[in-house]
């Protein structure tokens, strides 16, 4: 009888992604509902599995490409408004490791988009006492594992792309004799920094400033706007 | 749709197994019904992913808890057996490597014991000739995915041990209250290097200079001797 | 011409250090007229780099055999009176390199064995707030590159051992035919967690709570007595 | 007394070198009159450190900035042609190493040119046999510790650039005010894939098929013509 694990697997390498005979392995061999990939380029912090995302915590995993500015002057003050009770669960020294503990903090199981527009809004109101310019640069996503919530923003309204893929059924309306497109199925969702391939009508871009929610049966966007929290936790 | 793929996945690390994160996941999210788990602490090579055992071929997986003796001064003739077309596949500088693909070469394929016994019978006439004394020591195992061969040998007839469990219903009669060997399945089977826990009656060695065969309804012991091929492959 | 760094050299690795070949290179290869040499067990903590020791500031050096107790239910407390100039260099989650920081906030470089009381009588302070048994257990040794300062501490006083070599002269006058003792220059030492080799004379105990003060021209132990910052840093 | 050691030291590591601290520290605590510097692409063998250049055999050093076409098929019989007596050395599976062993063997130590051209002749020659097309690309660097030989050679004639700086007291007449010129040393030379930064009259391309030498006192540029051993080893 095989048991099935309450939290996601995270699988963390430093190796380059493209020469990683790990990850090759596992991606022949593991299937899952729902997964998240992340490649990161470090500015900064080490490159260690520590700092690799996603970051995990229960039931959720949540991955960001972008960066918090001048994280060495905010950090100190952010990582203070973490819950004490999670603190100890920071394991290494990301920058997006703590902006997921700020929403953690912030109520992120139970409103990921308040969650995050909280916890963004403190490291903009944290910056703004330290002086630092456009605090928050990126994309985010996280899930609960049934339901992806991905952000796009940045302070300087000038954020890294977001795509997702149109709708299976409308693309084997689009693509009649596609074979892919038959064999994935029904309710197939990608959602990527940079599109895959270029075939028309497959890719949609978030717009700026916007927070994408797709779940088992529902698909939604809606505006995002980074709100810090009534009472700064200090 | 799951496709499953037609050879078994591996994961190789060089980290230390109790403080390997990525281990303690895969464990915690894969279930398998036949796996292979290895540990080795390197006797000259590098601690490197290539030389990490179990090794494959198509669906073939081979470990070994042992060594070759004196491999530098053996290595150039086995090497020089092994068939051109698996040469490439070479891919570490680990000994019991080296003695897959000649095993391999010597129709591992199609009769493990007889392919097994000709292999270590060639390493004992490599190490004769070059004054190698006592060439193999240790205890095999190999399997197709269905099947498990386990060999236990050394040159000098004293070899590092092996064991097995007793049959999962002989366990639940002698021990009706153990929660344990009700959840397990009826056929399953482990076999180690040393016994796990000391409960009476569950493991038992394998003898010195044996074969063990376990197969999904197939358990079979059998004398193991090491045979030179006829025509040496040069 | 080549110029000399202003700051000491660290090589870290978390390969074993028997295994390591770029360890052994360098061993080979690089003189130095003072170095540090850890090996670390890691107990809890992720194996990276980042919490390897020795943790370095400027021309500081700091390690410690040892740990802090229950340190996930203390750091918090601690990272908090590390001077927040300070707080940026911290690199990695090892308990080590938090107290290392205390103490650098607490004036290491100034006056070290008064800066190592104060940031231990802290440790158990703020243990004590939170029902923390046995808070601190260990020895510490720290250099400025010209001087070593050595602790042997613990709070339940049964600390870890700690051994420093007889001086040169007295060694050659002991054993007047050992080349070894010739060799080395007249100043050498050694400061070790256990004796290496059994030459009868060569070793002696740093007693318990006790400080070792080794210098270029001077040799000298103290009593060592937690205290906790009159102020404590919050 | 410092012993300096008869062998180069070598650190190897698979990190990008642009995040390995290990190397940030080395390269600012280490002088040395003469160095390596290799930065490896991976093109089908593995990421670890065994397959790092520079090798090294004695005093010896020897890198590639290419590779053999097609090596999986003509490794075989090119492994056969090293010296039985230098075979257990190779430790990786990089197709330089075979290449080093392969001009070892063909008398690198007495004559490099010379064993340079025989080994990339032998490897022509097996590639031939092959039916492998274009099998050598790319530019060599070699040293015994005094002198440095680098080859710029492909069997398609259209090989990866080689650069040569021009003598120091030449730039200093050229650029009287420069500060640099002037703190380097007189016999300084830097040999580089491609050139580092763009001062005129710095860069000096090496020839398509030419080998350069540069020892102590003595700089020169000579044809390079690979030649198959007159008895081929097999």
């Known amino acids: 009888m095989v048991r099935r694990p309450d939290t996601p697997g995270v699988f963390h390498s430093t190796e380059p992604a493209w020469n990683d005979s790990n990850l090759r392995e596992l991606a022949g061999h593991i299937s899952s509902p729902l997964f998240f ?3 990161r380029a470090a ?3 080490a490159v260690q599995q520590t700092n690799c995302h996603p970051f995990r915590h229960d039931r959720w995993l949540f991955m960001h490409n972008g960066y918090l500015n001048e994280f060495a002057t905010v950090k100190r003050d952010l990582v203070l408004a973490i819950d004490p009770s999670l603190y100890p669960e920071i394991r290494g020294q990301a920058d997006t490791e703590v ?9 992120l199981e139970n409103d990921p988009p308040a969650a995050v527009e909280q916890a963004i809004g403190l490291v903009e109101a944290v910056a703004a006492r330290h002086g630092v310019p456009n605090p928050f640069q990126g994309t985010i996503a996280t899930t609960d594992g049934e339901t992806i919530w991905a952000f796009r923003y940045s302070s300087e309204r000038n954020s890294r792309s977001l795509f997702y893929t149109t709708d299976v059924p409308t693309l084997r309306k689009l693509y009649p004799g596609r ?3 038959q064999e994935v199925s029904e309710n197939a969702r990608l959602i990527v920094s940079e599109p895959l391939g270029d075939v028309a009508g497959v890719w949609n871009e978030v717009p700026e400033s916007q927070c994408g929610i797709v779940g088992p049966d529902h698909a939604e966007m809606r505006p995002f706007q980074p709100k810090a929290p009534a009472t700064p936790s200090r």
């Open 179 to 181: 074979q892919l497109f």
């Open 37 to 39: 990939t992340h490649i």
């Open 99 to 107: 902006l997921f503990f700020l929403a953690l903090t912030l109520g």
């Open 43 to 45: 500015i900064g912090s």
